[in-house]
């Protein structure tokens, strides 16, 4: 297969907004420099097996597990540095029924996690929903063999490094380091286009793994007019080109108005940032009245919806120093000066400028729901780590984000794209964000493109 290849020289300011939203995630200069790489002159060797357009976590996960399976694999990125949306995680790898999960108290089997994602998948492509959770514990596992620190499990699914620090500033340096030690060639600041470009690569299968489209407000504004207008939180380099390069060469789009937005961003003044680790780690949500309106554990979808009915359309975190102390990233937002702080709830009410006797009365409702563990007016089940009982108190306002599309390029089983007829599209595969798949984004990442350049490489010897 021809696909055309671009070598883009990607300005300043591309690569210092990309370090900027690093260092919102958490990470550092360090985290970088473990995964960034340059290539100076137009390569001559451009033939492969298979080749990976995208190196985010749907990327470096197929061409691992590509060469892992004997392919020759060439892994290229338009960015200045690898692991996109991935990278950004702040949270945490979802699965169900890997080892860590299966040898606790109480396990959390794939088919628990089938019947989490199922709520939200509308009951529409169920067949690649179960996939994606029966794949995600053994990739899970996957992941723990490269040397992912995955062994923290919370609320049932959520596998997150054990000090409960950013998912993605160390579970992409892994990645990279086991692309490295396979021998991966890796080029960055390369675009893919079509059909014209500066050299071709020539390979007999191609895994389209470029991302969703959260950072393109065209694409936005066409797919998902719901979120147009807010801000995102995915990676810049999110723009939707895979599923689009599919589309022209005859793939079908569907799902394209499903997405997982981003309940709790904070605009920073240089760009939103999630805080969605703070919600996970004991936080409320409470509206400018003062009052909870929503599960905040809730489906992302229907979460956000709910926070733009609110006034202004924005909500506040309240939290208190326990849910500090349980994550070391909420130290690290603290340190940043993402919360407003404040020794008792009567000032933090004052400084985020909401109703001070409605939050109290809020946080005394709250104290309940943490002594009984029920919630029977929101439902929640999750996340109660902290009665918000000791000073000092924080809080911010946040509002939702575009962060991740689920709507996509159509695939089968061993993710091929297909055209709106059900038949392959010979040699192109999709993965990650790219493909039409319901469920947690580094999931969907990593489990699919897993998938993808296994079922790649199997092509390739069989041709």
């Not at 097996?49 to 338009?78: F, P, Q, R, S």
Request: hydrophobic letters at 40%.
């Amino acid at each position: 297969r021809l696909v055309g290849s671009e070598m883009c020289i990607r300005d300043r300011a591309v690569t210092a907004a990309v370090e900027a939203a690093l260092q919102k995630a958490g990470g550092t200069a360090a985290d970088l420099k473990k995964t960034h790489q340059t290539d100076a002159a137009l390569p001559t060797n451009n033939s492969t097996d298979v080749l990976v357009v995208g190196a985010g976590g749907a990327g470096m996960g197929a061409a691992i597990a590509a060469k892992e399976a004997g392919a020759k694999v060439l892994l290229i990125e338009k960015l200045p540095l690898v692991g996109g949306t991935t990278l950004l995680a702040s949270t945490a790898f979802n699965a169900g029924g890997s080892k860590v999960q299966m040898s606790s108290a109480k396990p959390y089997t794939a088919a628990d996690y089938y019947a989490k994602l199922e709520k939200g998948a509308r009951g529409q492509e169920l067949a690649n929903v179960k996939q994606l959770a029966d794949l995600s514990g053994p990739t899970a596992d996957w992941l723990i063999g490269m040397g992912a620190d995955l062994s923290r499990v919370i609320n049932g699914s959520q596998h997150t490094p054990k000090d409960g620090g950013a998912l993605g500033t160390s579970l992409v340096p892994v990645m990279k380091a086991r692309v490295d030690a396979l021998g991966i060639e890796t080029r960055t600041d390369t675009k893919a286009t079509t059909p014209k470009g500066s050299y071709e690569i020539h390979a007999k299968a191609v895994i389209l793994a470029t991302g969703g489209f959260a950072s393109n407000p065209d694409l936005v504004k066409r797919f998902s007019p719901q979120w147009a207008g807010y801000p995102s939180t995915a990676s810049v380099g999110a723009t939707g080109d895979g599923i689009i390069m599919a589309e022209k060469a005859g793939a079908a789009l569907s799902q394209m108005d499903l997405t997982g937005p981003q309940t709790v961003a904070y605009d920073t003044g240089h760009g939103a940032v999630s805080l969605t680790n703070v919600r996970y780690n004991g936080a409320i949500l409470v509206n400018q009245e003062g009052k909870r309106f929503a599960n905040e554990l809730g489906q992302r979808a229907a979460l956000a919806s709910a926070i733009t009915k609110q006034t202004g359309g924005v909500a506040y975190l309240i939290f208190d120093q326990k849910a500090v102390d349980h994550a070391s990233l909420m130290q690290a937002y603290k340190a940043r000066g993402y919360f407003v702080e404040a020794p008792n709830l009567t000032d933090l009410a004052a400084k985020l400028g909401i109703n001070p006797q409605a939050l109290g009365a809020t946080v005394t409702e709250w104290h309940t729901v943490y002594d009984t563990k029920k919630d029977p007016v929101f439902g929640r089940k999750d996340s109660i780590f902290t009665r918000i009982d000791t000073a000092p108190y924080y809080g911010q306002k946040i509002s939702p984000a575009s962060q991740t599309t689920y709507g996509g390029v159509m695939r089968d089983a061993k993710s091929r794209a297909v055209r709106a007829d059900g038949s392959v599209i010979p040699g192109l595969y999709v993965a990650g964000e790219t493909a039409s798949q319901f469920g947690a984004g580094v999931t969907i990442a990593v489990v699919l493109g897993r998938l993808a350049g296994t079922e790649a490489a199997k092509e390739v010897e069989a041709k």
